[in-house]
């Protein structure tokens, strides 16, 4: 299929104007006749934010309109469909959330607009059953079941947090809303609602319990984003144009093995992957990023795009002050489906609204004493950076206020360049002591990842990092080199450069305390020289201070200072 010289778009989500405006269209219809075509007739959908559900829906919209020209060559016509015309009612819920009153009042505004379209006049007087008589009306007038669209179904509601207040009295009216959908229900050849979360579902059930959820249905599983084997089909012609470009930018890519550029379309793609992939919904299917990768493949620039669509920082500092759970920097595991789909209105609880949200995603799904559960992660290196950036300003007021960190970065950097192993201890032990016990991982979180390190070990480096980070500003964790990677670098005073490893003392056992500790920081040592992570400070003509850091527990922490 030749896509090469079609235009590629974010900001259209109109189907007939994707192709009648020659754009490059990834074809989901296959997936659609099997909606339309299946034995629900209300459906319910959860996607983060600009994830491709308003295209969908115009999609569903446009198959209903029975223009079968418009999807001549796509899949829903090579599988066969008559497409029958359906009168079709598409309700945008993006409206103001600053009032339940003003919101009522856009309600109605909005129901209005859509009879006058029909040339009919609403009566009633409230939303909910305003909506129940522009439904009736409309069946009346074609005498057809009528299609009824619902995207951002909860955006009033959801969009009011963390105002708990006002979130439950938009949820009210949402619920009283609804009701006027469900009342009509033999009415409709298809309901199809769409939202972000599904915690207001828990205050609008009356109206919306009907819905049948294809968030997790492994068949629904690539209905939005884009898969790999897509990515190839539809945009594989621009690899080579694309590659040219970053080389010519001379763009790197850092491996445990060192830097390298992006030499064949494979490497190009695995970085794609890398930056935008990862998302699922089933533990299996794996899809990128719509906005993201687009805006990728028109600007052949790698950037972090998903963070102008995202939640606002404001936001995300409130839900990380309310974490709830063992944050292991590397995987959630064990969250059953209950608790990784619903909130109560109002509420901000921080496992479902990341993954809601699109910060987390499922990376199996596995059952647990009959339970049906999830492992979650974030998704790619895109998401990471913008989750650790704003995690570890959390952190960070956690450890040291404001006040405080001009004292704490001194003291930090003394500790290091002059080489003051117990002063240096004591800094990170109390680092790791503020931290309140319900943040740390738990000690059945020990399996280890590929690289051979336990969830215990990153969260204490990672915790570690963030501290040097925000007092040192000069603070790199895992930057590649020529020979390894070293854990965490340095740089004091724009000279002193500071390679430091921790290694997590796992099992202690009838072991004494301190002599693990030493063991485990001399071992830390001697990783940084087995694996020559100071040789590219010797070709430089410089020196590289080594710190080896031994952890136990929640406190217990060795320092031995050693040069490489």
Known sequence: MNTSFKKLTTSLTSFRKLIEGDYVYVDKTGLLRELVLGPENAIFLSRPRRFGKSLVLDTVAEIFSGDAALFEGLQIQKLGYDFPQYPVLRLDMSLSSSSPEKLEIDIMTMLKNLAKKENLILESPLPSSALKELIELTREKHQKDVVVLIDEYEYPASSALPNKTLSKKNTKVLADFYVGLKTVSPLLRLAFVTGVTRYAMMGISAGLNNLYDISFDKKYAAICGFTPEEMDRYFGERYPAILQTLNQDNYLVTTKSGSQVLSTALDLKNEMLNWYDGYSWDGLTKVLNPISIIKFLNSHTFRRFWQLTGPSENLLMNVFENLSFELTFDKLEGVPLEDLAKLNPGEVKAVPFLFQTGYLTIDKRYYKNSIECFSLKVPNFELKNEFYSNFSKYLFKLLVKDTEKIQEAIKLETAFLKRDAEALSKIIAALYAELPAVHHPRADQDSADEHGRTPRESFYLSLLW?????????????????????????????????????????????????????????????????????????????????????????????VIFGDD
Request: glycine share 10%; aromatic share 6%; net charge positive.
């Open 466 to 558: 963030v501290y040097c980070k925000v007092l040192l500003e000069e603070a790199k964790a895992e930057e590649p080199g020529s020979k390894g990677t070293p854990d965490l670098t340095l740089t004091l005073k724009g000279q002193n450069y500071v390679i430091v490893e921790l290694k997590y003392a796992k099992d202690v056992g009838q072991d004494n305390v301190e002599a693990v500790l030493n063991k485990r920081a001399i071992d830390a040592l001697k990783a940084i020289k087995d694996k020559k992570y100071g040789q590219h400070y010797h070709l430089k003509g410089q020196k590289a201070l080594t710190v080896g850091v031994g952890v136990f527990g929640r406190g217990e922490v060795k």
